[in-house]
């Protein structure tokens, strides 16, 4: 069964089936109106289902939003438009249906007349199959439905094949085991200016471990750990470390499968002789739903978790190198805004950040009130002393980094970088801001940014090809 777990969702064949069931689906549904002549023709059908549907796109998007405050931020209008074909889909299919079944109730009413004296001749009538026509009507409905999943995920960039829809790759991935981790006792390992490989390295590996929040109490998912060849050797290089936190809502696997973070860490490697940072992809929410703002607060001690839990834990399990001038943060969206918190908050622990997509300043809501609510019972002051914009405006950070990235068609996203960089250059961070090519909010923007990342970081870190 692996063939079908390797089958590729973003692009290839199954986006062109997609489209040919969505145009065939769509295409039964209105053909359907058009024979009956039950309301006009389908141009017109068509056209009324889809303003309708856009309507109520736009209706429950906005409850989202603004009434029930479900995502901080508005979604891309791409994800938005393919919505709408879905929705209109959905109503011609509810037309469909009331037909089918309103057809088979006036024909049972008519059969259950008397009959007259003198019948009339009657036109033979073909039968009415309710359940087959319902059938093949609902497989047009999916055919349509489908067409809109895959291009929204197409867009948002994060399931690229079966496998990461399902889940089964990231489930195979084992735990950590004793020989990678650090041997109590061990001297310590060799600094990576003095270090140079010994023969032929293994390929990189990625584990996965529980962070306990020794400090905090807070409850995080597994994080996943890359370990580079480098670090399986002997002796081993005391590496320099990324910690990543994936976007909201979301969970660590998504840098593995939408930010495919093992394939431009192994490139990375095979380009500086089996070196890369040691990379731990941490969960700073504890479900996929939750939303902690990486503060502490009224909602959970998640700074205190990636702050001091998460580095104690490292530098205590793992061969890297202890130095915070050694040590970056990194995220997309809402991570890559946790990212800016810890290197604002924390500098004496992270002192580098890679920010792909941030916000300006975490957000449970479109509206700051119900934000600082939730988190400070209102207390404004107290919120705005862990934000990244007042933080710099407060601090100078002189020797510390940040490497932003933005998709060129995410124009609010870019406004925040441009707010976000400006005031570090003026906090006496060295700051280097990108437009990623033909992305949008979207793992597109991590993934394809994350190469010109790993190359800041990497003249910062002194590790050559």
């Known amino acids: 069964m692996d063939f079908i777990e390797d089958i590729r969702l973003v692009d290839g064949p199954a986006v062109w089936i997609a489209w040919a069931a969505g145009a065939a689906g769509l295409g039964y549904l209105l053909w359907w109106r058009m024979r009956k002549r039950a309301s006009g023709p389908a141009a017109a059908v068509l056209g009324a289902a889809v303003l309708l549907a856009a309507a109520l796109v736009a209706g429950v998007h906005w409850l989202l939003i603004y009434g029930l405050s479900v995502f901080p931020e508005e979604l ?51 039968p009415v199959r309710p359940w087959r026509s319902t059938a093949v009507a609902t497989g047009a409905f999916l055919g349509v439905l489908a067409l809109s999943a895959v291009q929204t995920n197409v867009y948002f960039g994060l399931n690229h094949t079966v496998s990461d829809l399902t889940g089964t790759a990231v489930a195979r991935i084992p735990s950590l085991d004793a020989g990678l981790e650090r041997l109590a006792g061990a001297a310590p390992a060799v600094s990576l200016a003095r270090w140079t490989a010994q023969g032929d390295l293994p390929e990189g590996v990625i584990r996965k471990a529980e962070i306990p929040g020794t400090t ?27 910690v990543l936190f994936s976007g909201q809502p979301g969970s660590p696997a998504d840098w593995l499968i939408g930010g495919a973070l093992r394939s431009r860490l192994d490139r990375f490697a095979s380009e500086h002789a089996g070196v890369t940072p040691v990379v731990v992809v941490v969960d700073p929410n504890g479900s996929p739903s939750g939303n902690t703002l990486c503060m502490d607060s009224r909602i959970a001690q998640a700074d205190t978790f990636l702050a001091a839990d998460v580095p104690a834990w490292i530098n205590r399990t793992l061969d890297v190198d202890p130095d915070p001038r050694q040590w970056a943060a990194g995220g997309f969206s809402f991570g890559a805004t946790c990212a800016m918190q810890m290197v604002t908050r924390h500098p004496d622990v992270y002192t580098a950040a890679l920010a792909f997509s941030s916000e300006k300043e975490p957000a449970l809501a479109k509206e700051r009130d119900k934000t600082v609510q939730a988190s400070f ?9 862990q934000t990244p914009l007042q933080l710099m405006t407060e601090h100078h950070f002189d020797g510390n980094t940040i490497y932003f990235g933005a998709g060129e068609r995410d124009p609010e996203f870019i406004g925040y970088m ?48």
């Open 216 to 242: 905090s109490g807070f409850h995080s998912r597994e994080a996943y750990i890359y370990l580079p060849p480098a670090y399986q050797g002997s002796p081993r290089p005391a590496l320099p470390v990324l």
């Open 76 to 126: 891309p209008w791409e994800t938005l438009a393919w919505s709408v074909p879905a929705v209109a889909g959905l109503l011609l299919y509810f037309l469909r249906l009331g037909s089918i079944w309103g057809l088979r109730g006036i024909r049972r009413r008519r059969s259950s007349r008397p009959e007259p004296s003198q019948p009339r001749p009657q036109p033979r009538r073909r």
């Open 418 to 465: 441009d707010q976000l960089s400006d005031a570090a250059r003026k906090a006496g961070f060295t700051v280097e801001a990108h437009r990623i090519a033909n992305a949008g909010h979207s793992w597109e923007t991590a993934s394809s940014g994350l190469p010109g990342g790993l190359d800041f970081l990497a003249r910062r870190w002194g590790i050559t090809p």
């Open 377 to 385: 019972g209102g207390d404004t002051a107290a919120f705005d002393r």
